[in-house]
């Protein structure tokens, strides 16, 4: 669509914000606006998700938490303008410049993160019969999928010939199946540490944590954008897809992952039973399982792409149990430090 286009098209959009638009490009779902008033981003979103975004990041301005991209209203108020059944809001255009590597501007997306997880913090109450059924329905499920790959090795084991992907799958069948355990067992513990506990902690989820949504402006500082999937949930809801994402690549030992991890814990540590729910999430080989099942249940089959399916990942899982391996070695190390200083303390008292 040319410029002319793109002009008419947001221009009446613009005119609720006395906004008057000279020149516009298209980034996806982002308009770069330039105009009288300076440049600005104009982003189309569905109404639908419309209500809870505005309501979130007002809620977050109230607690103090200002690193979001502003929301700008327009003249007679509003937050976001619904023009041909979608939906628009306009915020600055962030100049985002690369003054941090890699690893440095993770550190303050997690850092960052943390504290919008802390000014967002309440209680909530959890009925513990909903929590019991929310257990058996996760444990079931889990049970089902240790069935189905033990079922199926046997199949594959039982073939005279076996195809690439089955073969592979026999390969790599022993790491699924002890991942699977290990996801139950955690799981199993938190159940049996907070069956009892009628309060849960949640924050403001953002949603969908990434680099690409932090952004940087012309001092160095880092918002949050792309708000339109937050809503209120567990911590973990934005560490763990953001980093799976980061995993979901070629084999690696991702130190830098871990050490992001526990910045972000540095200033909002995860409760014991919170760390046991992230490492059952964090371990369970869902995205392999579910290129073996879609496998399974296919009647024409290209072995050449479920091979690479099925191999990227696994690649992820073994990432993923790299992490949740250190994890574990890091927070035993933590309880045993703290008990030495608990025994030394005790044994000063005495004497």
């Known amino acids: 669509m040319s410029n002319i286009n793109y002009l008419q098209q947001m221009e009446p959009v613009l005119k609720n914000y006395g906004v008057k638009p000279h020149f516009i490009e298209r980034f ?11 440049i600005f981003a104009l982003k189309k979103i569905s109404p639908k998700h419309g209500t809870d975004f505005i309501r979130h990041i007002q809620y977050l301005y109230q607690k103090g938490y200002n690193r979001i991209v502003p929301v700008y209203p327009t003249v007679d108020g509003r937050y976001a303008v619904l023009h041909n059944q979608e ?29 919008l997880h802390t ?36 199949a594959c084991e ?48 953002h949603g969908k944590i ?27 809801h934005d560490i763990l897809p953001f980093l799976s994402r980061l995993l979901n690549t070629f084999p690696k030992h991702c130190d830098d992952c871990i050490d992001w991890l526990y910045v972000y814990l540095k200033y909002f540590p995860l409760k014991d039973d919170e760390i046991l729910l992230l490492l059952s999430y964090f371990a369970h080989p869902g995205p392999v399982l579910r290129v073996v099942e879609e496998y399974y249940k296919s009647k024409e089959r290209n072995e050449r792409k479920f091979v690479q399916r099925l191999q990227k990942q696994f690649w992820l899982l073994k990432n993923s149990e ?30």
């Open 87 to 115: 939906l628009y809001y306009l915020m600055p255009w962030l100049p985002n410049e690369e003054k941090e590597n890699r690893n440095e501007r993770n550190q303050q997306l997690f850092r960052e993160l943390a504290r």
């Open 119 to 154: 000014l967002s913090l309440h209680e909530v109450t959890i009925d513990p019969k909903e929590k019991e059924e929310h257990y058996s329905t996760i444990s079931s499920l889990w049970e089902k999928e240790t069935e189905f790959i033990e079922g199926y090795v046997e």
């Open 158 to 205: 039982g073939k005279q010939y076996m195809s690439p992907t089955e073969l592979l799958f026999c390969l790599y069948y022993n790491n699924i199946r002890l991942a699977l355990a290990y996801s139950k067992n955690k799981l199993k513990e938190w159940f049996e540490q907070t069956k009892e506990e009628t309060k849960a902690r949640a924050v403001v989820v």
């Open 322 to 351: 790299y992490v949740v391996t250190r994890i574990e070695e890091i927070e035993r190390q933590k309880k045993q430090a703290a008990a030495a200083a608990a025994a030394q303390s005790n044994e000063g008292a005495q004497s």
């Open 210 to 236: 990434s680099s690409e949504h932090f952004l940087y402006d012309d001092r160095g500082y880092g918002y949050f954008t792309n708000l339109e999937d937050s809503r209120e949930g567990a911590a973990i």
């Open 28 to 38: 996806g779902k982002i308009f770069r606006i330039y105009s009288d008033k300076g």
